[in-house]
């Protein structure tokens, strides 16, 4: 069974930091796009940041330059260091995994509140 398991939210004042990791079962993580995903209330499910199985970032142009994904496949997680936060970052932020080209795989969620 696919799992992705969240942690790392919070409230955070704007210009703070916050780090959020997302570890996965082993039998998707090394082959699979992983990516983060936030919904804020009353908007649409946005997509922040992904990264390859080969390694390669890709981020939406609202965090580019201030969001940071990684990942360690030795632990099977992925890391989202997010600085400078702003309080339109406040949202319930997601990780998922795809399966060919669909996000296929979610995590429960975690929020971040960036309080101004």
């Known amino acids: 069974q696919v799992q992705l398991v969240e942690s790392g939210g919070g409230l955070v004042q704007a210009g703070g930091s916050l780090t959020l990791s997302c570890t996965a079962s082993?039998?998707?993580?090394?082959?699979?796009?992983m990516g983060w995903h936030r919904q804020a209330p009353g908007k649409q499910r946005e997509l922040v940041a992904t990264?390859?199985?080969?390694?390669?970032?890709g981020y939406a142009d609202s965090v580019r330059g201030r969001f940071t994904i990684s990942r360690n496949n030795f632990k099977n997680t992925v890391y989202l260091q997010m600085n400078s936060l702003k309080p339109e970052d406040t949202a319930v932020y997601y990780c998922?995994?795809?399966?060919?080209?669909?996000?296929?795989?979610w995590g429960q969620g975690t929020q971040v509140t960036v309080s101004s």
């Open positions: 082993g039998s998707i993580f090394s082959r699979n796009v």
């Open positions: 990264m390859s199985s080969g390694g390669s970032p």
């Open positions: 998922a995994a795809t399966s060919g080209s669909n996000w296929a795989y």
